[in-house]
């Protein structure tokens, strides 16, 4: 059997981060249950020859911040993955959540269906990156508390860290990386330089303020000189980076990451969603709508297919 991987793209988020393109192919409230009976259909519509040829080593659900999702639903997903496909009985199975939206009533189910891995969209610990970003971060209860949480049920948490944000210095850099290792204890830390997205809010602030980038070593520092700047604090503290912005302790690197760099075959889940398999990589098709119709139809959803 051959090593799988799956990506299950859930376009749902309930921030508006002006540097991400989300908005533009987000599921809305009102289309959520029409989304989750579309993914399951997609899953349902794969060849029963996968069950016998591949192996799924490792689960993801990213796409927007899956983890705000009600756990019931994370539940089905996986219960009709198992039905449809080989999972290993040690596979990664991924989560990615927003540290300011979490549940605690939902992290004991997300254990119980076989979650054993967390990635915090983090980005920054500071207040006025998060509101100037719109990436809202509240001081809620289970924030003060998640990192103890986390330490007690997940051997592996993630942590995105944003870098090259506006105003960014060395200094709260050292700041957010003494955070990370010796208040939040994190394994393992992404690194994430801010990309400004096609058609985001923030791409227009800069067609209508042309000066911000003209001024950019103020007003957005060096990405490379912040990546070196973290890369040395981060192996001094331990970590090595075992693929490019991908940080762990030993024993603590991402498996999913791993098995990408291996090339092994992905089958990518949801609108948008890329796959690579058997020598064919495809794209499902953006168009919610055309997806939520069609998703269990792959001539209807998958666009650009070439053979590698
Ligand atoms: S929290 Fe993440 S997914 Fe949501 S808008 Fe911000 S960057 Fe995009």
Redesign the pocket.
């Known amino acids: 059997m051959r090593d799988l991987r799956l990506y299950i793209n859930i376009?749902y988020?309930?921030?508006?981060?002006i540097?991400?393109?989300?908005?533009n192919h987000m599921v809305e409230d009102c289309q959520r249950e029409a989304f989750y009976k579309a993914i399951i259909k997609e899953i349902e519509s794969f060849d029963e020859n996968y069950k016998h040829d591949y192996i799924v080593k490792s689960i993801y659900f990213g796409?927007?911040?899956p983890g705000s999702i009600r756990p019931n639903v994370i539940e089905e997903i996986l219960s009709n993955i198992k039905c449809q496909f080989t999972v290993s009985s040690d596979a990664e199975i991924s989560l990615?959540v927003?540290p300011g939206k979490l549940n605690d009533n939902y992290f004991p189910v997300y254990i119980e269906k076989g979650i054993n891995r967390i990635s915090i969209?983090y980005?920054t610990n500071s207040f006025f990156l998060h509101n100037f970003?719109?990436?809202?971060k509240t001081d809620n209860a289970m924030d003060r508390t998640l990192p103890v949480f986390l330490k007690n049920h997940f051997e592996n948490v993630n942590y995105d860290l944003g870098i090259g944000l506006p105003g960014q210095n060395e200094a709260n850099l050292e700041e957010e990386i003494h955070t990370l290792c010796d208040f939040h204890d994190a394994k393992e830390i992404t690194l994430h330089p801010l990309k400004i997205e096609k058609d985001s809010a923030i791409e227009k602030l800069y067609d209508e303020h042309p000066e911000y980038l003209k001024n950019s070593n103020r007003f957005l520092p060096d990405i490379q000189r912040s990546y070196k700047y973290v890369k040395e604090k981060l192996e001094e503290r331990g970590y090595t980076e075992y693929l490019p912005y991908c940080f762990g302790l030993e024993g603590f690197e991402c498996l999913d990451f791993k098995l990408r760099k291996k090339n092994t075959d992905v089958i990518g889940i949801g609108p948008n969603a890329f796959s690579c398999v058997d020598g064919i990589t495809y794209s499902n098709i953006n168009d919610l709508n055309v997806y939520l119709e069609n998703s269990d139809n792959f001539e209807l959803i998958a666009t650009d297919i070439k053979e590698v």
Not at 19 to 23: A, K, T
């Open positions: 376009p988020c309930t921030n508006n981060c540097f991400c393109d989300i908005r796409g927007g911040v990615k927003f969209d980005l970003l719109g990436h809202k």
